[in-house]
């Protein structure tokens, strides 16, 4: 079965960047489509970006369209998301996602990662 492990959260400046990652392991993985998902306290899970299973089609959440990039490399089994110009609304716990598909006006996933903080501190 797919399981996927996240590395890259932490704390950092307003204005500064973080980069995550997420490595993929099981089943086949170039050919899920790939998210980044977050949650911050008190609010609902949202979706950050989705990445299709070549890499040639992306989506961004409105607020972090021109700040944030995803990318995956499919023969490392790795999926990217670089965080840049990091806002304290960017605070969240930050989920990669494996098998994303579209759903009405969201997104869903398959498959999750465990989860990684990441803190813009004003």
């Known amino acids: 079965q797919v399981q996927l492990v996240e590395s890259g959260g932490g704390l950092v400046q307003a204005g500064g960047s973080l980069r995550l990652s997420c490595a993929a392991s099981?089943?086949?993985?170039?050919?899920?489509?790939m998210g980044w998902f977050r949650q911050a306290p008190g609010k609902e899970r949202e979706v950050v970006a989705v990445?299709?299973?070549?890499?040639?089609?992306?989506y961004y959440a409105d607020s972090v369209k021109g700040r944030f990039t995803i990318s995956r490399d499919n023969a490392k089994n790795t999926v990217y998301l670089q965080m840049n110009s990091l806002k304290p609304e960017d605070t969240a716990v930050y989920y990669c996602?494996?098998?994303?598909?579209?759903?009405?006006?969201?997104?869903?996933?398959?498959?999750w990662g465990q989860g990684t903080q990441v803190t813009v501190s004003s």
């Open positions: 990445i299709s299973w070549s890499g040639g089609s992306t």
């Open positions: 996602a494996g098998g994303v598909r579209a759903t009405g006006r969201d997104y869903e996933s398959d498959y």
């Open positions: 099981g089943r086949t993985f170039s050919r899920y489509a």
